[in-house]
Structures are given as C-alpha cells and as structure tokens.
C-alpha cells in the first residue's frame, strides 16, 4: 500500500530506528556485535554486553606555554584548582573520620559530687583525668571527645570545683565514663576548703571499683612538680588491693606553646624520672589526642572486666 493521506514517508536524513535490544537465557542484555576494521557482515551475531570499562584519563593542566606561543600582554591569571573528581587514592577527609569505630558519636554530662556528697554507683571502665589548677584537664576531655563546651573551662585557674562525670560512646558502640576532677595546687583555696576536696579525690582514687586509667596532666613547660610525683605515689601505693589496679597514663599539655625539640627533652626527662610513657598534648591543635584516645581504650577494653563490674563489688563509699 503506498501514500496513505497523513502518512509519513521516510526521508533519508531522518535516523532509522535501531533494532531492539533482546536478551540472553540468562536475562542479560544483548547488542549487536562491533566490528572494528572490518564491514560487519550480513545478519549481526548478538553477543552479551562487556561491563564498561574505560581506562580513566587525567588531564594535565599544569603544562607550561611553549615560549612564543604567549601573547605577552594577557596578564597571567590565577590558576585555577583542576576540575573533575579526584583521584580515588584521596578519600575525602570527612567520609574517612565518619567511619571511624573509635570516633566519639555520644558525649554527655552524667553527674557530679562535692565534698560530702558521692557520685552515683559506678557502671562501667571510667577514665579519670588530675593534674594541677589549669593544666587542661578539662579542655583535653572536650578534645578528646570532640566537643567544643561539654566541659566548662576558663582561663583562671580553679574553674573545676567538683567531680564531674560524662558518659561517652564510640561509633563501635564502646562506653566510657570519663571523670574530670578539681585541679590540685591552687593557693588561693582555704586550708579547709583544700582538705575536703583532697579527702574527696583521695576517696575516689581509693576506692572506685571501675576505675581504670587515671591520666595525669603536667603543663609541659613546668615538668612533674612535687604535687603530680605524690600522686602518682599515692595511686600506685593507696589503691585498695582488693580494686582493679589503675593504668597510669601521663600526658604532657600545652605543648603547642613551645617548640618541637623542646617539648621533646622536656617529655624525655619527664619519662626517665617516672619510668612510663609520656604522650605530648595540645587542645589547641589536636597532637596526641589520636594517640591518647586509642591508649585509653586499650587500657579500658583490653581485659574483659573493664566494661563489668566485679560480682563480688562492695558498695561505694561516700
Ligand atoms: N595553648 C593551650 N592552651 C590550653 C591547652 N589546654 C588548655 N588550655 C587553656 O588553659 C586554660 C585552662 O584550661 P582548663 O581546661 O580549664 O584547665 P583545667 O585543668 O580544667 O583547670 P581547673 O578546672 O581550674 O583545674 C584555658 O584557658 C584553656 O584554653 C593547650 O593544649 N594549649
Ligand atoms: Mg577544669
């Protein structure tokens, strides 16, 4: 039949359509075969569709002008970064700290206790963090959980003026309690005011059933002073025998207000007078925290009775 009044006719520029794809026995899709270099033949052989793999070019934009090729008066322009995704060897820097299992992903203020009060019964592995009126004991918890204002912190000293507790969890789900107590070493405070916050402490180092690292913070530029050596005594020789034993884990602060090799010599004699390792701390650029946060859950997770509490645990002083 030919010319059918409104009937198109083909017209030799227009695409003629494609033969329809059909598929496999297996369900894939088919196409017709490619001919490179030679004429296809009569009839095409349906074969399945190779997965696309095309080799990824760079292009290099940093390719100096041959000399002369320039117009001498095109002011030079500022260069612009390359377009286009990059390379798969550089995962953007968010989605690397967003999978990582020991990232804080839960911080939050539990309780506190002064003198003549007590902290509620203990749950799970607490980490503990002393050191003298404004070392930065508060501000390294806030580093090392990542939040800016968890926990209060001030210029003056004497800013912590009971135990605080905040209770974390790790995107692997791990649960900490982290424990910031008063400074120590700060003069202005009464006589009377200075033993009943030492009564407090010494009770909790004492006696806390689950504690189980006790960082001390030493302001790197003053080094271990008599205060911080006694302390360190005190764990090591008061801690009920019949509590888990406690890591002690001494950290150098502020180490970004001096220099590197300086720094450096003053956590080597810090070291070699105490026999541990010390690691250099800065709340202001974020060393050590890395370091210090995988040591601490090392030292909480690393035996099974760390996140449990004992069966024969007595009841907490107050
Ligand atoms: N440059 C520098 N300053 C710091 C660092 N850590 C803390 N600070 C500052 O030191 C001051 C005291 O910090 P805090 O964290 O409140 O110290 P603290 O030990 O909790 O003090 P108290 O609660 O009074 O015992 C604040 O002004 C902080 O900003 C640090 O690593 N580098
Ligand atoms: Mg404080």
């Known amino acids: 039949m030919r010319g059918l009044p409104g009937a198109r006719r083909h ?8 033969p329809q794809p059909s598929r496999d026995p297996a369900g894939r899709q088919l196409r017709p075969a490619v001919h490179l270099g030679r004429p296809a033949r009569h009839g095409h052989l349906l074969v399945p569709l190779p997965p696309l793999a095309l080799p990824v070019r760079r292009v290099q934009t ?17 260069k612009k970064p390359a377009a286009g995704p990059k390379p798969a060897s550089a995962p953007p820097e968010g989605k690397k700290k967003a999978l990582d299992p020991k990232q804080i992903v839960h911080a939050q203020f539990l309780a506190a206790a002064a003198p003549g009060s007590s902290l509620p019964a203990p749950t799970m592995a607490e980490i503990a963090f002393a050191g003298r009126s404004n070392v930065g004991k508060s501000s390294l918890i806030n580093t090392l959980v990542e939040r800016k204002g968890l926990v ?6 004497g800013v912590t ?11 692997d789900g791990a649960m900490f ?9 700060y003069a202005k405070r009464s006589k009377a005011e200075r033993t009943a916050w030492g009564d407090l402490i010494e009770g909790y180092l004492k006696g806390r059933i689950t504690l189980a690292a006790l960082v001390i913070l030493v302001d790197v530029r003053r080094g271990l002073e008599e205060d911080d050596l006694e302390l360190i005594q005190f764990v090591e020789e008061a801690r009920d025998v019949q509590r888990r034993p406690v890591e002690i884990v001494i950290v150098a602060t502020k180490v970004d207000k001096i220099g590197r090799s300086a720094s450096r010599s003053a956590t080597a004699a810090m070291a070699k007078s105490t026999g541990r390792k010390v690691i250099n701390f800065s709340s202001v650029t974020g060393e050590g925290r890395a370091e210090l946060w995988a040591l601490l859950r090392k030292v909480t997770l690393g035996t099974p009775e760390a996140t449990s509490i004992p069966k024969n645990a007595e009841p907490e002083p107050s």
Do not use: C, M, W
């Not at 390719?63 to 001498?72: A, L």
């Open 11 to 18: 017209h030799p520029f227009r695409a003629r359509r494609r």
């Open 62 to 78: 940093d390719v100096q002008p041959r000399i002369g090729s320039v117009n001498e008066k095109t002011k030079p322009t500022k």
């Open 152 to 157: 209060r912190t001030g210029a003056t000293p």
């Open 161 to 171: 003026r009971q135990i605080n507790l905040f209770e974390a969890r790790a995107r």
């Open 177 to 185: 309690h982290l424990i910031d107590l008063p400074g120590y070493g």
